[in-house]
């Protein structure tokens, strides 16, 4: 902990010295990047300042703005050997701000998820009433694009998809369309919404889900997909796979 706490204050003092004005940037004598050593003592700072840029920014969203002047007088009176506050007292401040940051953190995250679950029942209620969609007992949505004609997977099978995933307002989470490359998983391990609705759908057929947060991933917050969303996917079926392309896939 404490060994964790003095390098977090290095690391934003360091962050705070690259924050200074144009004109004082251009009064530095220019960076020498010649040698391996030269770039390898850059890229730490670099790496250290991306980091510590985003993390401040997170900060001030949460309404938390650290004054950078006076982060850099931290660092420069620890570098002389005369920090105004002894490192007990940073502990205490820094356990504080930690504190903090975790507290806005839920609080913002609760909005957040309140918000996805009201847009997420009206979308639901609209989508239900739009001509080709299905609504099944669950609550699952789904509207055919493409019809095939091969057989429907069981839950238990293994099945080789294409699919994108998206938010109600449309943000790309995930696709391997994007990634050129199907993907391959058993049926029964992925969330009900796609265990489901998958076995709806004949080999060679593309549907579109709109899965309930419930039928997807519910109150947890996964970073691109915020808590209590309703997910939209195009989902292609190519194939189900017998016991041994299942093996030879994985």
């Known amino acids: 902990m404490k060994k964790t706490i003095k390098l977090s204050l290095i690391a934003a003092s360091v962050l705070a010295l690259t924050a200074c004005n144009q004109e004082a940037k251009q009064e530095q004598a ?14 730490i700072g670099a790496s250290v300042g991306n980091f510590l840029n985003k993390d401040l920014a997170d900060k001030k969203e949460l309404g938390i703005e650290l004054d950078q002047a006076l982060l ?5 009176d620890a570098l002389a050997g005369d920090a105004k506050i002894d490192e007990e007292k940073i502990r205490e401040v820094l356990t504080a701000l930690d504190t903090s940051v975790r507290t806005k953190q839920e609080q913002h995250a609760k909005v957040e998820a309140e918000k996805s679950q009201a847009e ?12 080709g969609v299905t609504v099944t007992e669950s609550g699952l949505q789904y509207e055919v ?15 080789k998809v294409h699919y994108k995933g998206t938010l109600l307002d449309g943000t790309e989470f995930d696709s391997s369309y994007a990634r050129d490359e199907p993907t391959t998983f058993p049926l ?8 489901e609705g998958l076995q709806l759908m ?11 947060a419930e039928l997807a991933y519910g109150d947890r917050d996964l970073g691109k997909i915020p808590a209590n969303s309703t997910l939209v996917f195009e989902v292609e079926l190519l194939e189900i796979q017998n016991e041994e392309q299942a093996a030879a896939a994985e």
């Open 30 to 43: 220019p960076v020498k990047l010649e040698t391996e050593v030269q770039q390898q003592a850059y890229g």
């Open 72 to 76: 850099i007088r931290g660092f420069e």
């Open 120 to 131: 997420g029942e009206k979308y639901l209620a609209d989508n239900a009433n739009k001509e």
């Open 145 to 159: 694009i493409t019809q095939g004609d091969g057989e429907m997977p069981v839950a238990t099978d293994v099945v």
């Open 188 to 195: 029964n391990r992925v969330i009900a919404g796609w265990t």
């Open 202 to 212: 004949p080999v060679g057929s593309k549907y579109k889900f709109t899965i309930p």
